[in-house]
């Protein structure tokens, strides 16, 4: 990838499957990411849900396209095909995403053109006890604080 000169257009992919109860908060926490509006997608990949899904999801300006395979993986492949976005970010139905997510992601890939990748820790969202989030974070996060690959190396 070249050196980004202006801040590049995001397809955020979501793949989901019978979340009626959490879809709503995942894609209102992108609604209020610090990113420029006309500048993200937000496509929910639905595996053949049997609530209100896909019907939430549009009606919060998402983009819903169906997943036969019904599992997550394909899921991600199905928006990836259909995505239209200079840069990809996946996240789940479960997840609420800090609202400087893709701008501090976007800057890893100003600085360095090699970058293709970058990730970060992923804490419980609803952990009733400070220890329990704790020790998530303290086993997560020599893994995923931030992953950097560089491509052929």
């Known amino acids: 990838m070249e050196k980004l000169t202006s801040l590049p ?4 992919i979501i793949p989901a499957k019978n979340e009626e109860k959490l879809i709503r908060s995942c894609i209102t926490s992108l609604h209020a ?4 509006k006309e500048k993200l997608e937000i496509i929910v990949v639905d595996g053949l849900s049997t ?3 896909d019907i939430v999801a549009r009606e919060l300006g998402a983009t819903v396209i169906s997943n036969v395979k019904q599992i997550v993986s394909p899921g991600r492949n199905i928006g990836f095909e259909n995505a239209k976005g ?3 970010a996946f996240t789940d ?3 609420i995403v800090d609202k400087n997510w893709l701008a501090s992601s976007v800057k890893y890939f100003e600085q360095d053109e090699t970058v ?3 990730g970060g820790p992923n804490p419980p969202r609803k952990a009733k006890v400070i220890l329990a989030k704790r020790l998530v974070l303290f086993l997560i996060n020599p893994f995923l604080r931030l992953v950097l690959f560089t491509p052929g190396k």
């Open 9 to 12: 257009f995001i397809s955020i």
């Open 33 to 36: 990411l610090d990113y420029p």
């Open 51 to 53: 609530d209100q899904t």
């Open 86 to 88: 200079e840069l990809i």
């Open 93 to 95: 139905a479960d997840c």
């Open 116 to 118: 293709a990748c970058v």
